[in-house]
């Protein structure tokens, strides 16, 4: 959770500047982690983003290599979901189509941007193109 107000993870090159205010951000954590954050970890994350980003969408993106952690995040959102209003979770398509049969390779990304594109135009209304 904190290094979302990094700019790199790798290298200290400070805090992102949160001056531009997105309409939607997508979380993907937990998806390529052997071990995922704890539901407290969730939490904060959750509310650091929504801190950061008090008008944007919040859409929790889960699963495209393993749905290790699948309830735990689903129910983490759902509950955060209950006073925040603007925060979804949504289930990306499980691929280990990767040249080492563990990671998601080409076929798999983009089943998983078709599931998370239409969700998107869903939610918001938008017509896909």
């Known amino acids: 959770t904190d290094i979302y107000t990094k700019v790199s993870m790798q290298v ?14 997508v979380i993907n954590v937990g998806t390529n982690d052997g071990s995922n954050p ?3 970890d969730q ?3 959750l509310t650091t983003v929504r801190q950061k980003n008090p008008n944007a969408t919040i859409i929790w993106a889960y699963g495209m290599i393993n749905h290790t ?3 735990q995040i689903k ?6 979901a209950k006073t925040d209003k603007n925060t979804y979770f949504v ?4 691929s280990n189509d990767g040249t080492d049969n563990w990671h998601t390779g080409p076929a798999g ?11 998107i135009a869903n939610l918001k ?3 896909l193109k």
């Open 75 to 80: 129910t983490v959102v759902e509950n955060f």
């Open 12 to 25: 200290d090159l400070g805090n992102y500047d949160f001056s531009y205010n997105p309409e939607i951000v």
């Open 69 to 71: 952690a699948l309830n």
């Open 43 to 45: 939490q904060r994350m």
């Open 109 to 119: 990304h983009a089943a998983a941007a078709k599931v998370l594109s239409e969700y």
């Open 91 to 94: 289930t990306l398509p499980q």
């Open 125 to 127: 209304g938008w017509e």
């Open 38 to 40: 704890s539901a407290t």
